[in-house]
Structures are given as structure tokens and as C-alpha cells.
């Protein structure tokens, strides 16, 4: 750690109202884009696989802001209270950016699998996740990289069950711990 760091602004000065800068090694994003806010009448509360589609869109692009920024309340929406190695992740970032740090990179890119299989009340959706990287910025200057050199592991099944608030995931499982909870149950 440097201890002449000081925090100052992404691509070297405040960028004007409205534009739209990523975090850099000088400082966080700025002016990031708040995604739609999910409402009952856009339908992504609806007890349907359109209603499941719309809320996971709603929860890539509210996590998308919230590596930017920290503020990850409404994605926290649909995540489940089992969800617990999100939960802890999103906790490490929020508890970061409120030290004062920030992150560099991290946005995923989520490609979903044609439909998901049903199992009871559980929906099994597989997902592929694409990322390059992530730089978590210390509030003393210090770098924590981390690269997604290997993408044999960024394949997951997303857990998701509805209830009256809507659709939320209640866990994330890797194909491992998809065959181990699965494997000798019929899906629909």
C-alpha cells in the first residue's frame, strides 16, 4: 500500500453531468446508469417462465450496477437467504466501496440456457457467466486483481423459486452440486 494514495476520479477529472465513466485505477466509476427499476407491471413478478426470464435480466443488470457502485439494494431483491457465497460477495463489496475503495471491472455477462428444468417449486437454470477480470481497490491503494483465466468453472445452475414478493434465486450451485442434488429426481 502507498501511503501517499489518495482517491481521486476515474479517468483523471469529474466527468460532467450525465457521462458515463468506468472505474479506472484513479478512481470508481462515474455517473453509472441505473438500470429499469422491476415493477408487478413489467411482469417479472408473474408466476411464468417469462416472469422467471425478466427477474434473472433485473438481477444481472442490478448486480452489473452494483459492482460499480456498491449499492446493491435492489439487487438483493432476487437473492434468496440461502444464497450465502452472493450474499458474502455482495457484502465484501458493499463494506468496500463505504471504506472507500472501490472496484475496477467485474461486469458479467450471463448467457442463459434455452428454458430451465422444473423440480417441485424449484427451477434449475443453467448459466454460463463471462467476465475478463476484477481489481478490488483497497481504501489504502492497494490492488487485489483477479483474472478469469480459467473458464472451465463459469458454468453454475441458478436455484429459483417464486413467491408472493416474485421470483428470487435461492441458490447458485455448480454442475457438481447440481448432479449431487438432482441426479435422482425426474424434472418436469
Not at 463505504?98 to 472496484?103: I, L, T
Not at 481504501?139 to 429459483?160: A, H, K, M, S
Not at 450451485?173 to 425426474?186: F, M
Amino acid at each position: 500500500p502507498d501511503p501517499s494514495f489518495s482517491k481521486g476520479y476515474s479517468g483523471g477529472s469529474k466527468a460532467p453531468e450525465g457521462e458515463y465513466r468506468m472505474a479506472d485505477y484513479q478512481g470508481p466509476a462515474q455517473n453509472v446508469p441505473k438500470p429499469p427499476m422491476p415493477t408487478a407491471a413489467d411482469g417479472h413478478t408473474e408466476a411464468s417462465f417469462t416472469g422467471l426470464r425478466k427477474s434473472m435480466l433485473a438481477w444481472q443488470r442490478w448486480t452489473n450496477y452494483g459492482i460499480q457502485t456498491g449499492d446493491y439494494s435492489v439487487a438483493l431483491q432476487f437473492i434468496g437467504e440461502n444464497c450465502e457465497d452472493e450474499r458474502k460477495t455482495i457484502t465484501y463489496v458493499t463494506e468496500l466501496y463505504e471504506k472507500g475503495g472501490w472496484v475496477i471491472d467485474g461486469i458479467q455477462d450471463i448467457e442463459y440456457s434455452y428454458q430451465p428444468y422444473i423440480y417441485g417449486e424449484n427451477y434449475l437454470w443453467k448459466i454460463e457467466t463471462k467476465w475478463l477480470g476484477i481489481v478490488y481497490i483497497q481504501p489504502d491503494g492497494q490492488q487485489i486483481p483477479q483474472e478469469n483465466v480459467r473458464t472451465d468453472d463459469d458454468t453454475f445452475w441458478l436455484e429459483c423459486r417464486h413467491a408472493d414478493r416474485g421470483w428470487y434465486i435461492n441458490s447458485l450451485l455448480t454442475p457438481d452440486e447440481y448432479s449431487q442434488k438432482y441426479k435422482n429426481q425426474e424434472k418436469k
